[in-house]
């Protein structure tokens, strides 16, 4: 008998409600701590509460159009901003914090519930605490980003499309609510980022499994699957009719067409290619985790060696898992592997982070669960105490307490460790020339905490931070050579090595300091990538003759 059998759910206990809620309880503590200990906030943060802001004092509409970042998050905060009054930027910062620990903890209550439905209570228990102490998954759920609701919601999605489908294959027209309302969690998960879209498909396929379902129910679970799509397609209409489109961001077509050309080459994979698909797989394995990874290799194995070499397990090791769970936890990374591999050669080496194979990551998370107990029931084989409930209990505490063990230090990392200096340096800004003045900047730090306008134009230079001699024949010739024609019109400019080859050469600075119309204030932060140059513009590098001279 499977290991389903072998152990039937029981009603409920109250040391069961503990252990949820212990694990949710360490889960809130541990993103709690790393929200507490940022250095600063997500570059992408400071994006994400600009747009809030502007949701006070502009129609949503025109906000929408002029963000190319879904609005979702933005909202939300902005909303509670509203209601709280917090001051700016810090306490605007808690607050966005605040929205994506709740999102990270809505995420493994709804992690719970999908785990129980593909295998039983204990696995899905198990799965709460591996997740819980994600090194990813805390990370984004601690931080300015709008991953963690994202997540939530496509994971409420499929939550309640389980339960869709369980109440429509017994025939109960109430599953048409389950499944409308998880089309809507869908669309919410959709104005938070574009790619959670995909959950459509997949909760649509939950509804519309074939398996287990009573005769007679196929059309019930098709205009299920009906209502599920046109209650998501009632938050995607008024946000893609808004924009023009789905999305502002990077598009299929943008990956597939552009890296498509260089996914093949003569007929066989080119190395670009391999490389691209081994970076994936190496992000995936971070998305999962340091424990989560290993424990669902050993699931996989498991049946790998079951169902391919006919190794006889004893089958109290084959934890099965319900069909319909089957395409929940693979259908994601079937989807978005292409696209990522994609994703990988069009942008280059290093773009595609552990972030982009969240979602998928976490709904693979439920066969981590099942692999600790496989390992549960090898510890009771191997010591003759299998049956025994006591000892049972006993060992998943000791594997899952070793687990924890094992992940908890990974999972409390200094977040944007060594990044202080932007804020240091935006300060320095304001305090010499006052708020609302353009920054120009490789990032959106310095201009965020200057209160400023950010341009981003160095970011995407294609020229190296490199001195030459001919850079020295004026203190704007180097920033001429780096597409920056206009920069002395920027009173401050902030630059660091960051995306740039080498850190400014202090020759340059040398003669900008010699130079009567600028100032140059820094390093800020700790030397090294992470060191910040402000370079201030006096008021005559302002006037109409020093322009003419660009």
Same mark, same amino acid.
């Given at each position: 008998?499977?290991?389903?059998?072998? +152990?039937?759910?029981?009603?409920?206990?109250?040391?069961?409600?503990?252990?949820?809620?212990?694990?949710?309880? &360490?889960?809130?503590?541990?993103?709690?701590?790393?929200?507490?200990?940022?250095?600063?906030?997500?570059?992408?943060?400071?994006?994400?509460?600009?747009?809030?802001?502007?949701?006070?004092?502009?129609?949503?509409?025109?906000?929408?159009?002029?963000?190319?970042?879904?609005?979702?998050?933005?909202? #939300?905060?902005? &909303?509670?901003?509203?209601?709280?009054?917090?001051?700016?930027?810090?306490?605007?910062? #808690?607050?966005?914090?605040?929205? !994506?620990?709740? +999102?990270?903890?809505?995420?493994?209550?709804?992690?719970?519930?999908?785990?129980?439905?593909?295998?039983?209570?204990?696995?899905?228990?198990?799965?709460?605490?591996?997740?819980?102490?994600?090194?990813?998954?805390?990370?984004?759920?601690?931080?300015?980003?709008?991953?963690? %609701?994202?997540?939530?919601?496509?994971?409420?999605?499929?939550?309640?499309?389980?339960?869709?489908?369980?109440?429509?294959?017994?025939?109960?027209?109430?599953?048409?609510?389950?499944?409308?309302?998880?089309?809507?969690?869908?669309?919410?998960?959709?104005?938070?980022?574009p790619e959670e879209l995909l959950a459509a498909v997949v909760s649509a396929g939950i509804v519309l499994w074939p398996g287990e379902a009573r005769t007679?129910?196929?059309?019930?679970?098709?205009?299920?699957?009906?209502?599920?799509?046109?209650?998501?397609?009632?938050?995607?209409?008024?946000?893609?009719?808004?924009?023009?489109?789905?999305?502002?961001?990077?598009?299929?077509?943008?990956?597939?067409?552009?890296?498509?050309?260089?996914?093949?080459?003569?007929?066989?994979?080119?190395?670009?290619?391999?490389?691209? #698909?081994?970076?994936?797989?190496?992000?995936?394995?971070?998305?999962?985790?340091?424990?989560?990874?290993?424990?669902?290799?050993?699931?996989?194995?498991?049946?790998?060696?079951?169902?391919?070499?006919?190794?006889?397990?004893?089958?109290?090791?084959?934890?099965?898992?319900?069909?319909?769970?089957?395409?929940?936890?693979?259908?994601?990374?079937?989807?978005?592997?292409?696209?990522?591999?994609?994703?990988? #050669?069009?942008?280059?080496?290093?773009?595609? !982070?552990?972030?982009?194979?969240?979602?998928?990551?976490?709904?693979?998370?439920?066969?981590?669960?099942?692999?600790?107990?496989?390992?549960?029931?090898?510890?009771?084989?191997?010591?003759?105490?299998?049956?025994?409930?006591?000892?049972?209990?006993?060992?998943?505490?000791?594997?899952?307490?070793?687990?924890?063990?094992?992940?908890?230090?990974?999972?409390?990392?200094?977040?944007?460790?060594?990044?202080?200096?932007?804020?240091?340096?935006?300060?320095?800004?304001?305090?010499?020339?006052?708020?609302?003045?353009?920054?120009?900047?490789?990032?959106?730090?310095? %201009?965020?905490?200057?209160?400023?306008?950010?341009?981003?134009?160095?970011?995407?230079?294609?020229?190296?931070?490199?001195?030459?001699?001919?850079?020295?024949?004026?203190?704007?010739?180097?920033?001429?050579?780096?597409?920056?024609?206009?920069?002395?019109?920027?009173?401050?400019?902030?630059?660091?090595?960051?995306?740039?080859?080498?850190?400014?050469?202090?020759?340059?600075?040398?003669?900008?300091?010699?130079?009567?119309?600028?100032?140059?204030?820094?390093?800020?932060?700790?030397?090294?990538?992470?060191?910040?140059?402000?370079?201030?513009?006096?008021?005559?590098?302002?006037? +109409?003759?020093?322009?003419?001279?660009?």
């Open positions: 008998m499977s290991m389903n059998e072998f +152990a039937p759910e029981t009603p409920r206990s109250r040391l069961h409600l503990l252990a949820l809620a212990g694990a949710l309880l &360490v889960g809130a503590g541990a993103r709690v701590y790393v929200a507490a200990h940022a250095e600063i906030l997500a570059r992408d943060g400071t994006v994400y509460l600009l747009m809030a802001r502007e949701f006070q004092s502009a129609p949503a509409g025109e906000v929408a159009r002029s963000f190319a970042y879904h609005p979702g998050y933005s909202a #939300v905060v902005s &909303v509670l901003a509203g209601w709280l009054h917090p001051a700016w930027p810090d306490g605007w910062i #808690v607050l966005a914090r605040g929205v !994506s620990i709740v +999102a990270g903890l809505v995420a493994l209550a709804a992690l719970y519930a999908i785990a129980r439905n593909i295998f039983d209570r204990r696995v899905a228990m198990v799965t709460v605490w591996l997740a819980a102490l994600g090194e990813t998954f805390t990370e984004v759920s601690a931080d300015v980003v709008s991953d963690a %609701p994202a997540v939530a919601m496509t994971l409420v999605s499929v939550a309640l499309a389980m339960a869709a489908r369980r109440a429509l294959s017994a025939g109960r027209p109430r599953g048409m609510l389950w499944a409308v309302a998880s089309g809507l969690a869908v669309g919410a998960g959709y104005l938070f980022r007679g129910t196929r059309r019930l679970r098709l205009a299920a699957a009906g209502g599920l799509v046109a209650a998501a397609l009632l938050c995607v209409i008024p946000y893609a009719a808004a924009v023009g489109g789905l999305t502002q961001k990077k598009t299929l077509g943008d990956f597939v067409c552009a890296g498509g050309s260089t996914l093949l080459a003569d007929s066989t994979l080119s190395e670009e290619t391999i490389g691209a #698909v081994r970076r994936t797989f190496d992000r995936g394995r971070q998305a999962m985790g340091l424990a989560v990874a290993p424990l669902a290799a050993v699931f996989w194995v498991t049946w790998l060696l079951k169902g391919i070499l006919r190794v006889p397990f004893p089958r109290v090791l084959l934890i099965r898992p319900r069909p319909a769970g089957l395409w929940a936890m693979f259908a994601p990374l079937a989807f978005l592997s292409p696209l990522l591999v994609a994703m990988e #050669v069009r942008l280059g080496p290093g773009y595609l !982070s552990s972030r982009h194979l969240l979602m998928p990551a976490l709904l693979l998370t439920p066969c981590a669960g099942a692999g600790l107990m496989i390992l549960v029931q090898d510890t009771l084989l191997l010591t003759g105490w299998l049956g025994w409930a006591r000892r049972e209990r006993a060992f998943v505490l000791l594997w899952t307490g070793a687990m924890v063990a094992v992940s908890v230090f990974r999972a409390l990392p200094a977040l944007h460790e060594g990044k202080g200096g932007y804020r240091a340096a935006g300060e320095a800004i304001a305090r010499q020339l006052g708020p609302g003045r353009r920054v120009l900047s490789p990032n959106g730090w310095a %201009p965020f905490f200057a209160g400023s306008p950010a341009d981003g134009v160095m970011r995407f230079s294609s020229h190296p931070f490199e001195l030459r001699p001919e850079d020295l024949a004026s203190p704007d010739a180097l920033w001429r050579r780096m597409g920056g024609e206009g920069v002395l019109t920027y009173p401050a400019v902030a630059v660091n090595r960051g995306f740039l080859d080498d850190a400014p050469d202090p020759r340059l600075f040398d003669a900008l300091r010699r130079d009567p119309r600028f100032l140059v204030l820094g390093p800020f932060g700790p030397a090294g990538k992470h060191s910040v140059w402000v370079i201030l513009a006096a008021p005559q590098a302002e006037t +109409a003759p020093f322009r003419q001279t660009l």
